[in-house]
């Protein structure tokens, strides 16, 4: 599977789906400051109080990802877990949860919010975790010279959330996991983890399994959250602007293919810098923007020759000549001499 999914094309209904409503559930998983401030982070929400009551219950544990293929916003992992008898009943038959593509945000919202809500059936029965990826911090890693890939750092937020789930006393016996890259290695890889554990890898498991449906929905409303929270900064200039901006500007699902995020995009470039925590730099869509934008705009760094050991910070602001002065009175670039009055 592609990095970056640039060459995935979406219908309007498909990009509909994936637009964050603007009354979307802002689920105690979004934390402001960290999102503004492009961090990865996790969430776990309490142990539920069947599950607290007696730790011997064996759970079900399903994971599922939303956000994987946008140029704007985090990725984000989730996982659900619950007792095994009530993986069905609960989960398909009372609440209906399904792969989160095909509900409205407005019944994903109001699953999440039933999730999130003390004394409901969800609350005193399951559990959720999830792993909110920063477009900052994805596109860093891709870019970095030993280049972390977007299915590493998948795998690696899909293993910590449930190692940090069992660390926490949940007998997790059985596990669903929707797909990353061919189905059987990705199985046999967290086997060799977990040999005791029943554990199933499979393509579209967020439509077969319950549990999976479930953690899509969690993975999915804490995106469309954290996605309105990195919109609030530029809504509030245009707005401070402009009274009727918010009739005008939008950045859409966020995806390449969906014409507003592209004219967003375009729109709110500097020709330097690019754009803030929310995009993805690495993202083929963000690097034509930018190199086609200014071509002429471009920084050359000096080549690392291994052998550094002699630098000192001052060897970057002192002249190197032979009249060059004492490094100290040189600092910042003018001499200080007798004539000159000091404060």
Request: aromatic share 8%; glycine share 6%; net charge negative.
């Amino acid at each position: 599977m592609a990095d970056t999914l640039e060459d995935v094309q979406m219908d309007s209904q498909e990009i509909e789906l994936e637009t964050p409503a603007s009354d979307v559930f802002m689920a105690p998983s979004v934390c402001k400051s960290d999102v503004l401030a492009g961090k990865s982070y996790s969430h776990f929400s309490p142990i539920p109080t069947q599950i607290a009551e007696d730790m011997t219950t064996e759970c079900v544990l399903g994971v599922d990802e939303a956000g994987r293929g946008p140029v704007l916003g985090p990725m984000v992992y989730a996982l659900f877990y619950l007792p095994i008898e009530l993986h069905t009943s609960l989960l398909a038959e009372t609440h209906h949860f399904d792969d989160s593509k095909v509900l409205t945000s407005e019944v994903r919202s109001n699953l999440m919010r039933k999730l999130c809500t003390k004394d409901t059936d969800l609350h005193t029965s399951c559990g959720w975790a999830t792993r909110l990826m920063s477009a900052r911090d994805i596109g860093a890693h891709m870019l970095q010279p030993n280049q972390y890939n977007l299915n590493a750092q998948a795998m690696d937020a899909t293993i910590n959330l449930i190692k940090e789930v069992m660390a926490r006393g949940v007998n997790v016996t059985d596990i669903y996991i929707d797909t990353i890259g061919k189905p059987e290695i990705y199985q046999k890889k967290l086997e060799r983890i977990w040999p005791t554990v029943r554990i199933t890898v499979a393509t579209k498991a967020d439509s077969l399994y319950p549990a999976v449906s479930a953690a899509s929905v969690c993975a999915k409303v804490t995106r469309d959250a954290a996605l309105d929270v990195c919109y609030e900064p530029y809504q509030a200039a245009a707005t401070k602007e402009d009274a009727d901006a918010k009739k005008v500007i939008a950045w859409g699902s966020g995806y390449p293919s969906d014409t507003r995020t592209s004219t967003w995009l375009k729109q709110n470039m500097d020709p330097v810098f690019g754009w803030g925590n929310e995009c993805r730099f690495s993202w083929a869509t963000a690097k034509e923007l930018l190199e086609n934008k200014n071509p002429d705009i471009k920084v050359d760094w000096p080549v690392d020759d291994g052998d550094n050991s002699d630098l000192r910070m001052t060897d970057f602001f002192t002249s190197k000549g032979e009249g060059a002065g004492d490094e100290l009175v040189d600092w910042f670039g003018k001499r200080v001499t007798d004539e000159m009055e000091v404060f």
